[in-house]
């Protein structure tokens, strides 16, 4: 089946440096990539949608400047936590509509960020 | 639907009984719906799926009804085992397939 492999699966940074996130399509190829953020007890939360050639489209009020999404091929999404801060520590979760499933996404693994 | 960042609410059954879970959306034009399972730690699991022209879809141990005339969805799962244990969000796919989630419920299996 689709799987989308997600890396690191955990990450610790300190205050104001950038951390990357990556989502790679081991056996398919992923136009789009959505990009969800989940705090504690909390449900996920689209954060944006990246597409494979152009710029990513954001939801409203997820900073574009802070988070910055490439999706350089047909394989791999990256996220960009930029100048990150202690309120940006969140599990960070990418999603792809699976390949050979009309309806299915296939999810990353997930990534826990800690900024401290 | 869109999650507003509330805290999840919890729904404790015994082993052996059934469970009902239930979840409103918001998006009357949302085409297809899923049901997650999601462990500590851990990215969500596809439990199962329907489309808005069916109401009911069966799986194993698990029943998935859609209640679009009051945009309700409900995940049944019979003889609720201890490795059901997990947090259950239902999502729903709009425009450019987006899929959104609902706020989610923490399932605790009492032994």
């Given at each position: 089946g689709a799987v989308v492999?997600?890396?690191?699966?955990?990450?610790?940074?300190?205050?104001?440096?950038?951390?990357?996130?990556?989502?790679?399509?081991?056996?398919?190829q992923?136009?789009?990539?959505?990009?969800y953020r989940q705090f504690p007890k909390q449900s996920l939360m689209l954060m944006a949608t990246s597409n494979e050639g152009s710029k990513a489209t954001y939801e409203q009020g997820v900073e574009k400047?802070?988070?910055?999404?490439?999706?350089?091929s047909l394989t791999l999404?990256?996220?960009?936590?930029?100048?990150?801060?202690?309120?940006?520590?969140?599990f960070y979760i990418c999603s792809a509509p699976g390949q050979g499933a009309i309806y299915g996404y296939t999810f990353g693994s997930g990534t826990r960020l800690t900024v401290v | 639907g869109e999650s507003?960042?509330?805290h999840l609410p919890t729904l404790s059954v015994q082993e052996g009984d059934n469970s009902i879970i239930n979840c409103a959306?918001?998006?009357?034009?949302?085409?297809?719906f899923i049901w997650y399972k999601q462990e500590s730690g851990k990215g969500p699991q596809?439990?199962?799926?329907?489309?808005?022209?069916?109401?009911?879809?069966?799986?194993?141990?698990?029943?998935?009804?859609?209640?679009?005339?009051?945009?309700?969805?409900?995940?049944?799962?019979a003889a609720t085992q201890p490795g059901d244990s997990a947090v259950?969000?239902?999502?729903?796919?709009?425009?450019?397939?987006?899929?959104?989630?609902?706020?989610?419920?923490?399932?605790?299996?009492?032994?």
């Open positions: 492999s997600q890396h690191p699966s955990w990450v610790i940074c300190k205050s104001g440096t950038s951390v990357k996130i990556e989502c790679r399509s081991l056996d398919f992923a136009t789009t990539m959505f990009w400047d802070k988070f910055l999404i490439n999706h350089a999404s990256t996220l960009t936590v930029t100048s990150a801060h202690p309120e940006d520590s969140s | 507003v960042g509330l959306y918001s998006n009357s034009a949302s085409d297809y596809f439990i199962i799926d329907i489309r808005s022209n069916m109401d009911k879809r069966q799986g194993q141990r698990v029943t998935v009804l859609l209640n679009k005339t009051v945009k309700h969805l409900s995940l049944q799962i259950y969000f239902c999502a729903e796919r709009g425009g450019y397939q987006k899929v959104t989630f609902g706020i989610g419920t923490k399932l605790q299996v009492i032994p």
